[in-house]
């Protein structure tokens, strides 16, 4: 099972600035964190990070021709202001994308409280700091379990 992990604009200045809302550590360090939880659960991770809208878009496209199984997406502002990217995710439908934010956007700004790529995913993990990508990884990889095995044994029975 192949899960891609997009980050959005700022997120490579994580462990930089604002440690009072998205701590300190690194976005290198999330990456490594994510690794770890991914390989008990039987899952490959790939990463990816841009600070340009089209970019993400590309990505998107380019991972769900490539086969990939799900994705974990954290758009960033972009949550707020794209349905461009609201788009991307429903035209690989139905490539299952789960939504991470790191800072509780419901105590945020107004600006903040609505995502519309959030409306294009399964689920949406809020407020929980960085375990929020490992909740994140499990409710996909729980997804995708079902769906996965009912593939194999599409594959495998005799047509009717
Ligand atoms: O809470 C989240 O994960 C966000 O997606 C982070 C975005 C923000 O625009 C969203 O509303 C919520 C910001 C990305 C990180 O920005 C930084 C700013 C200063 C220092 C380090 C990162």
Known sequence: MKIAVLHGPNLNRLG???????????????????????????????????????????????LADAGIDGLIVNFGAYSHTSIALFDALKSVSPLPAVEVHI???????????????????????????FPGYVEALQLLV?????????????ATSPRA
Do not use: W
């Open 16 to 62: 930089k600035r604002e440690p009072h809302i998205y701590g300190t550590a690194t976005l290198a360090e999330l990456e490594a964190l994510i690794r770890a939880a991914a390989k008990p659960l039987g899952a490959r991770v790939v990463f990816f990070q841009s600070n340009h809208e089209g970019a993400l878009i590309d990505q998107i496209h380019e």
């Open 103 to 129: 800072s509780d956007l419901k105590k945020r700004e107004r600006f903040r409280h609505h995502s519309y790529s959030a409306a294009a995913c399964i689920g949406q993990v809020a407020g929980k700091g």
């Open 142 to 154: 729980k997804h995708l379990g079902p769906t996965r095995r009912a593939v194999a044994r599409r």
